[in-house]
């Protein structure tokens, strides 16, 4: 692990040295996550009704954190780390149960300027979960964890307006799978007399996310700045990187 943390460090150099551009900021925002719906087996309120399904209601989330963005004339490597939040609520018969979640999200983009200001990226985001509930879960009145994935990966695709220190960028994320659920054998008990509902299954579902962020950088360089500032790094001016 530590040889890998070296050899990245020093590509990241290495794209440093030989970049046009480089720039450091600060970014936030707004979010929409798109999760799954909960069957309620009969016995929603009265014993004997049939299966009810509840899909989600979307509710606003945050998200903030930093970015460094890298170019070589049009095209930029862009690597971020996230905070996240995300909510969502379901209309259970007697109260409406919310759904919350936060997570570490760390995007490795890869985008092209296709005119000024606007530009285009798309890569991979690792995503760590620190927490996933659910109000009336596991038989509790209150909020209560649920079963989920503490690492996924998902796809990033946006669009980006970029001017000397501001940018707006929306975004679409995509989940490369299903999440694990609770269902069958493996069903959730919730609290029935609070929420109207009792045993019921948490459908697996693909998770995905549109957000808008607000960018601000707080500093921008130029290629002659960075051959400068390397200058005494590199032999020669160059990066000798691995082939």
Not at 131 to 160: C, L, W
């Amino acid at each position: 692990m530590k040889k890998h943390l070296l050899l990245a460090l020093y590509l990241l150099i290495c794209l440093y040295a030989n970049a046009q551009e480089y720039a450091f900021g600060i970014k936030g925002g707004f979010n929409y996550y798109n999760i799954g719906d909960i069957n309620s087996r009969g016995g929603s309120i009265q014993i004997g009704k049939p299966d009810e399904t509840f899909s989600p209601n979307k509710e606003l989330g945050t998200q903030f954190g930093a970015f460094l963005n890298i170019a070589f004339n049009n095209l930029f490597f862009r690597p971020e780390l996230n905070f996240a939040t995300h909510k969502n609520n379901y209309n259970f018969p007697i109260k409406t149960s919310k759904w919350n979640a936060s997570k570490i999200n760390v995007p490795l983009l890869i985008g092209y300027k296709v005119f000024d200001p606007i530009s285009i990226y798309t890569g991979p985001s690792i995503n760590f979960f620190k927490d996933m509930t659910i109000e009336g879960a596991n038989n509790i009145a209150g909020r209560s964890p649920i079963i989920y994935e503490k690492t996924v990966t998902n796809i990033h695709f946006g669009i980006q307006a970029e001017f000397k220190y501001v940018g707006v960028d929306l975004r679409y994320e995509l989940g490369i799978k299903e999440t694990q659920g609770e269902h069958g054998d493996n069903y959730q008990d919730f609290h029935n007399s609070a929420y109207g509902i009792n045993i019921a299954d948490i459908w697996p579902y693909t998770p995905s996310q549109i957000s808008l962020s607000l960018n601000v950088y707080l500093f921008r360089t130029e290629e002659g700045e960075i051959k400068g500032f390397f200058s005494n790094l590199f032999k020669g001016n160059k990066c000798y990187c691995p082939g």
